[in-house]
């Protein structure tokens, strides 16, 4: 029987009731700027006004193109309070990458900052959407952009969140996608719902969490700890940008107690001249992913900072496993277990789970797997295995194995992308940009390993033209690609290896460079 049958809430519902019982509690902090939890909420219900006036329609896609700055976390909240798709793009990508990203969410409006406002100008004419005049803009633009000040004077900031499926989209994040096809990872408001529940509990949030925002707000790392923190309602502190000296000192100053932070960062902590003067045991959890962890510096980081350091593996698809803290010196090798109420399992190229301690790929199943690929039904069908019951899978593209404790380790990446400062990196992408090149006759990128980024791109050339240099290929190179595709290496070969079809094999040259370190 079923008598009393409340809704779940979702996202909107948290902010509505974090304004309702947290209402003067401070919320968000950006450099001068702060909002408590009521000014919040009517500052995103304001935004969902504004979109309102610009005539979309529930379920319309907003692309959102900003640095970190209160302005675009109202652009996402506002678009998810308004029952449209919160679509916040990574600035590093190229030109041409948004563009490719912009059509193929088929986007109905763009909001846009700063420097960004001129990079869409760059590359409107070649948009395949049609966006009527809903160009948004925060800063200077010319007369085919609103001003979002200008558009705020005359928002209702008393609109309600609008009531949404829980299996409707929620947002959708990019994987990648400067020159290949990008991928778009959808997910379901009840998904979201899901990251925050399960994330806060494994990562150890609560209402006094002061929780650190030092990656872009288009990444699923800021949004593990984004989402967190609303559901706790704690208090978020957003970086526009990352750096070292200023990190340190929020920690110290304002006596932060999360992040959600990629290995880079603590390892630029690490190496600050400075970092024995600042106090940092307010610190209670910190959470590293994003790309490969070295043993020495999950030691040194568990040693150095106080509080409990979790390193977790996942995908924004959504698969996670956890490292309970007071393993990590005992085990620095393992990722972790499953994140409660997920299940993994390693499986061989005939789909078969394999013996405990055995290598295989890992495949993911649990409430946090997003809804799909967006626009790729070739992807979605690739990533999944099928059980017996019925049940779909997720594949990761990584080769891992489970010992007897259920730990998991990862042995190798089944696919070629590179994990590079916590940012996916798809060869492919850089290689179409290498080949184009007049005196390459042959490319393939791997990834190789950096004490700095944990894994770099390097470029493996065939070349008739004996006057080219690798320093001249760098820059060429360097110069069409996005910030953090760039490589940081080039050697010379005679010829690539390669099967009877023709295919390279990347693993091959992986293990010709295994020594290489950039």
């Not at 675009?72 to 793009?89: D, E, H, R, S, T």
């Not at 999360?258 to 290995?263: I, Q, T």
């Not at 394999?354 to 946090?368: D, F, H, M, N, P």
């Amino acid at each position: 029987m079923t008598w009393f049958n409340a809704a779940e809430p979702n996202l909107s519902e948290l902010l509505r009731l974090n304004a309702r019982f947290r209402a003067q509690k401070v919320a968000i902090v950006a450099g001068d700027e702060q909002w408590d939890w009521q000014q919040c909420e009517r500052h995103v219900a304001r935004m969902a006004s504004v979109f309102d006036t610009l005539g979309l329609s529930e379920g319309d896609r907003v692309v959102v193109l900003m640095n970190n700055s209160l302005s675009m976390l109202q652009a996402m909240l506002g678009a998810i309070w308004g029952g449209y798709v919160a679509v916040p793009l990574n600035t590093s990508v190229s030109d041409d990458g948004i563009a490719k990203m912009i059509d193929d969410c088929s986007a109905a409006a763009i909001v846009a900052s700063d420097e960004h406002i001129e990079r869409i100008d760059k590359i409107r004419s070649q948009l395949q959407v049609k966006l009527n005049g809903r160009l948004v803009a925060v800063g200077s633009a010319d007369e085919n952009w609103q001003q979002l000040a200008e558009l705020l004077d005359n928002a209702d900031s008393n609109r309600s969140a609008t009531a949404v499926d829980p299996s409707a989209e929620c947002n959708v994040i990019y994987s990648s996608g400067t020159t290949g096809l990008p991928k778009g990872i959808v997910h379901s408001h009840a998904c979201r719902m899901a990251w925050a529940y399960d994330m806060s509990i494994a990562l150890r949030y609560d209402s006094d969490a002061r929780t650190l925002i030092s990656l872009g707000l288009y990444s699923n790392i800021t949004w593990v700890t984004l989402l967190a923190t609303i559901l706790c309602g704690g208090t978020l502190f957003l970086m526009r940008a990352f750096d070292v000296q200023s990190c340190l000192k929020m920690f110290s100053d304002h006596r932060l107690t999360h992040a959600g932070m990629v290995p880079i960062q603590f390892q630029r902590m690490l190496a600050a001249p400075d970092f024995d003067r600042y106090d940092l045991s307010s610190i209670r959890a910190l959470m590293c992913c994003g790309s490969p962890l070295h043993q020495d510096l999950k030691v040194d980081i568990v040693k150095s900072i106080p509080g409990a350091f979790i390193e977790l593996y996942g995908l924004t698809e959504g698969i996670v496993t956890i490292q309970d803290p007071d393993e990590a010196l005992d085990n620095p090798a393992s990722v972790g277990r499953p994140c409660p109420g997920q299940d993994i399992c390693i499986v061989d190229n005939n789909d078969r789970e394999v013996a405990t301690g055995e290598s295989g790929e890992i495949l993911g199943y649990g409430r946090l797997v997003m809804s799909g690929y967006l626009n790729r039904d070739d992807a979605n069908a690739e990533a999944t295995r099928t059980d017996d019951q019925g049940r779909r899978w997720i594949r990761t593209g990584d080769i891992g194995r489970i010992d007897e404790r259920g730990n998991l380790y990862i042995v190798d990446r089944k696919k070629d992308m590179i994990i590079s400062g916590g940012q996916n990196i798809y060869p492919a992408d850089i290689e179409s940009v290498i080949k184009d090149h007049e005196f390459v006759d042959d490319v393939a990128v791997i990834g190789v390993s950096s004490k700095r980024w944990g894994e770099t791109p390097l470029a493996v050339i065939v070349s008739s033209n004996a006057d080219l240099t690798d320093e001249a290929l760098l820059e060429w190179v360097n110069g069409r690609l996005g910030k953090q595709q760039r490589i940081s290496g080039v050697r010379f070969v005679d010829e690539l290896p390669r099967n009877p079809n023709g295919k390279v094999l990347k693993r091959e040259l992986r293990n010709s460079f295994a020594d290489l370190e950039l």
